[in-house]
Structure formats: structure tokens, C-alpha cells
């Protein structure tokens, strides 16, 4: 996790870096497309900064009043990043619109010296944050990997630009940037909605859990069945197991061999179980509930 830590600084440090200079560039060479760019590295300096405040918040121990910890504070931290790209986007297009129908004149030099500079320093930052699966760094990748991308497209506009004179190209890349930041937006957005809203994880199938629970020697029933996940990589269970009339002891080896083939089978962590008894309450076999 210290190597994460030490990526996330970097990173921010010199993204921050990048969107000093992209914003004062864009405004001496007079384009948007580098200035919907700083925009976008700015974002990710929000992203990475916020990233980097989950993962130390997030590392702290539970209490009694947050009995999870604060693992949720991460996707609290994404659904942020999602909603401020999408406002972004919409001042891109704004301002797109208005030099689509009079387009200035562009100094595409200056554009591909800067752009080029920002799309070395994004393609470092993405490389060091790949591979990750926590969703809040994967929304700090996101942004960098995005911001790379459209430097690569500024690149390419102000080459266009050099050699043609067609400054149309600067308002029609901003436009393209802020499509594919809406694209990212909504991913991060969806997917932290759906963890705050606790839906079942997409990897895990509320059926096949149960019929997987059927399989362990001694499980009568399964019904009122709970799958949530507590972030992008902590998931948990809660459920009620029909079993004989057996001593208690014999409920701990149902547990350990449950949680067990729960772990290995849907990377779930956190498993809560409530044994019944078949034979005292039958009326319950059958019964199932995955709200």
C-alpha cells in the first residue's frame, strides 16, 4: 500500500505540474482544446489528491460507531470525481459551440510542445496506477489514462492546424474530449451508485450462491439472502441456513466451510450466517428472499 502512497504523490505532483502549464499555454496560444485539456488535468490532480485521501481515511480501524470502517469513503470519493468530470464536459461543449461557428486563430507550435510534455507525464502516471481494482484509484487511472489520450488528440489537431491552417479542428477535439469524459464519468458514477445503493456485486449471482451453500454437507435451506458490497473490493453476505437439530459446536465447522467456499468461489469477506432448524420450522423451507 506504501507503493501506491508514494505513486498517488508523484503522480499528483506533477499533474498538477502539467495543468499549470496547459492552462497558462492554452491561453497564450489561444486554444480550447488545450485549455478542455488542463481542464480535464485538473481533474485528475482532484482525482489523484482525492484517491490518496480515501486510501489513508479508508486505512483507518473501525469503532463502535463505524463498525466497517471507512472503506466507503472511497466510492464517496469516485461518485465525487464522476459528477465534477460531467460539469467539465458541459463547459467544454459550451464553449466548443461558440468557436465552431467562429474559430480563432490557434498557435499549433506552442499546442504540440506542451500537449506533448503532458502526454509523457500522463503515460507515466497511468502506467504506475494500472492494475489496481479498487474502483477510487481505478477512477484516478481513469482520469489520467483519459488525459493521455486527449493529449494525443491535441497533438494531433495542432499538427493538423501547422500544416493546414484549419483552427476548426482546435473546438471539434474539445468536443471529442469531452464525449469521451462523459464516457468515463458515467462508469464511475454507475458504479459507485450501485455500491451506495448496495446492489448485489456483478460478479456474484444470488441463485448460484445458494445453490453453491446447498452443496455444503449438513445445509438443509438457504433463504433471506443479503449480498452487498462495503467498496469495489470488500463484499459481504448475510443469510439464513436451514439445518438438523445439531449441537453448536457443529455449527462453527458449517461456518468455517461456508465462508470458506464463499471466499474462494465469489471473493466475498464478510459472511453472516443464522442457523434454523429444519425440522422445527418447516414452513420455512422453500422460502426465499434476495431483497
Not at 75 to 91: C, D, E, K, M, P
Not at 131 to 147: C, F, Q, R, T
Not at 201 to 215: F, N, S
Amino acid at each position: 500500500m506504501s507503493e501506491v502512497h508514494k505513486n498517488l504523490k508523484i503522480a499528483a505532483i506533477l499533474t498538477a505540474f502539467i495543468f499549470i502549464m496547459e492552462f497558462l499555454g492554452g491561453i497564450i496560444s489561444n486554444s480550447l482544446a488545450l485549455l478542455s485539456d488542463s481542464a480535464h488535468v485538473f481533474m485528475d490532480v482532484v482525482a489523484l489528491l482525492l484517491a490518496y485521501g480515501a486510501i489513508r481515511i479508508s486505512a483507518r480501524p473501525s469503532s463502535g460507531s463505524v463498525t466497517f470502517g471507512y472503506h466507503r469513503f472511497e466510492i464517496f470519493a469516485a461518485l465525487i470525481n464522476g459528477i465534477t468530470i460531467v460539469l467539465v464536459s458541459l463547459f467544454i461543449f459550451y464553449e466548443a459551440y461558440d468557436r465552431v461557428l467562429n474559430p480563432p486563430p490557434v498557435k499549433g507550435v506552442q499546442v504540440v510542445v506542451i500537449a506533448t510534455v503532458g502526454l509523457l507525464v500522463n503515460a507515466w502516471a497511468a502506467l504506475k496506477l494500472h492494475g489496481h481494482h479498487e474502483l477510487n484509484i481505478k477512477g484516478a487511472y481513469l482520469h489520467v489514462l483519459g488525459d493521455a489520450l486527449a493529449s494525443v488528440a491535441v497533438i494531433v489537431g495542432a499538427i493538423v492546424i501547422i500544416f493546414t491552417g484549419k483552427t476548426i479542428v482546435d473546438p471539434v477535439l474539445s468536443i471529442l474530449i469531452g464525449i469521451m469524459l462523459l464516457y468515463s464519468s458515467a462508469r464511475l458514477i454507475f458504479g459507485s451508485a450501485r455500491i451506495l445503493l448496495e446492489f448485489a456485486p456483478k460478479h456474484v449471482d444470488a441463485d448460484k450462491l445458494k445453490d453453491i451453500m446447498m452443496q455444503v454437507e449438513g445445509v438443509k435451506g438457504v433463504h433471506d439472502i443479503h449480498i452487498w458490497s462495503i467498496c469495489s473490493n470488500i463484499h459481504a453476505m448475510s443469510a439464513h441456513v436451514l439445518v438438523d437439530r445439531i449441537h453448536v459446536q457443529q455449527t462453527d465447522i458449517l461456518i468455517r466451510n461456508i465462508s470458506r467456499m464463499l471466499r474462494e468461489k465469489f471473493s466475498i469477506l464478510h459472511t453472516t450466517l443464522q442457523f434454523e432448524c429444519a425440522e422445527c420450522e418447516p414452513m420455512e423451507i422453500g422460502h426465499e428472499s434476495y431483497h
